[in-house]
């Protein structure tokens, strides 16, 4: 039953939608849901009362839980004052296991201290059987000198050549504020960020549900690394959205055989077990020391959009066809090692 819905954009109100889907099915969902903070949705008025906001937040909150697979993986992306109530609720339900704290920082609301991240709830259907991937991102480094920003001291010796392990607090994902790269959506998510959230919980060919689609961030991100999408939405205008930039991308945000993020033509997120592979596409320092000062560099010199785009439009725009080589429809980069 639920290959009839793998792949589309349902229009509706997701607790009705929810019927649709059978229980154990989904490997991940993920909730980005209105603040009610009165923000301007096209077809939803974001301002209940807090008890009516709560008991409704319970309902679809429940189903995400029922429709996730036991080794499936729960997130729910909201300030800080609502998810202490999904986490008393999701406690009840399911199996805690990270606070992610999203560094966004807001303007000041007074008498209170400033605002200074977002929160994403991380459950497990079952934390036994969780499917989980650690994952890194780059080494932050000074604008200038390129030297590493945080000093190891004696420990260069440890440094990995691609950066840290990903700790619950992420400072290296900004929000989205320019309007050229905004959607008509109040409340629109970067790309980049459900990107990490894919890569650490789901596989190729697993399928990931959102039950507030929005312009579809959720969707987007997961055809981009190869999984299948469901998403809900009651606003059919932003269901036509999602629908035409669906229609523009590939699953191809990989180096050879491997799922990656991009973001302005760098990658921003690997999985750690992955890196023994993608090694072979960078120019790495032979002392992991000298990490501290030279930076690993992929092994190309062509600037690639992020996400990596069809083969025939990166052709076409680079005009350097001897870099890449297609096979079955996949960006594959040829290694000079």
């Not at 154990?24 to 849901?33: E, G, I, L, W």
């Not at 960078?282 to 690993?296: S, T």
Request: charge should be neutral.
């Amino acid at each position: 039953m639920i290959e009839n819905y793998k792949n589309k954009i349902l229009q509706g109100d997701c607790l009705e939608l929810f019927k649709n889907i059978p229980d154990n099915s989904v490997d991940m969902t993920f909730a980005d849901p209105p603040f009610n903070l009165k923000k301007g949705y096209n077809s939803y008025k974001d301002s209940l009362q807090v008890q009516e906001y709560i008991k409704w937040c319970e309902t679809w909150i429940s189903e995400m839980v029922r429709v996730t697979k036991p080794t499936g993986s729960i997130f729910l992306h909201n300030i800080p004052k609502w998810l202490t109530f999904y986490a008393a609720h999701l406690n009840t339900i399911a199996d805690f296991k990270h606070w992610i704290s999203w560094d966004a920082p807001t303007a000041p609301m007074g008498k209170t201290l400033q605002p200074g991240h977002y929160g994403i709830l991380f459950y497990a259907k079952n934390a036994k059987e969780l499917k989980f991937y650690e994952i890194r991102y780059p080494h932050k480094r000074e604008r200038k000198s390129k030297y590493l920003a945080k000093d190891y001291g004696g420990k260069k010796g440890l440094l990995h050549p691609f950066g840290p392990l990903v700790s619950d607090v992420w400072t290296d994902i900004h929000r989205m504020k320019h309007n050229k790269y905004r959607d008509d959506h109040p409340c629109q998510l970067p790309l980049h960020l459900l990107e990490r959230l894919i890569l650490m919980t789901t596989d190729e060919n697993d399928i990931v549900l959102d039950p507030f689609n929005g312009t579809g961030t959720t969707a987007l991100a997961a055809k981009r690394l190869g999984r299948n999408y469901i998403g809900f939405e009651l606003d059919k205008d932003y269901v036509e959205i999602t629908e035409n930039k669906l229609l523009q991308e590939e699953p191809n945000s990989k180096i050879g055989d491997f799922w990656v993020s991009f973001y302005l033509d760098n990658v921003v997120t690997i999985r750690n077990n992955d890196w023994d592979g993608l090694k072979n596409y960078y120019y790495v320092p032979l002392k992991p020391e000298e990490i501290d000062k030279q930076q690993i560099i992929l092994q190309k010199n062509i600037s690639i959009s992020t996400p990596l785009k069809s083969f025939s439009d990166l052709k076409k725009e680079c005009k350097l066809p001897d870099l890449f080589e297609e096979y079955d429809t996949k960006i594959i980069y040829k290694s000079s090692i």
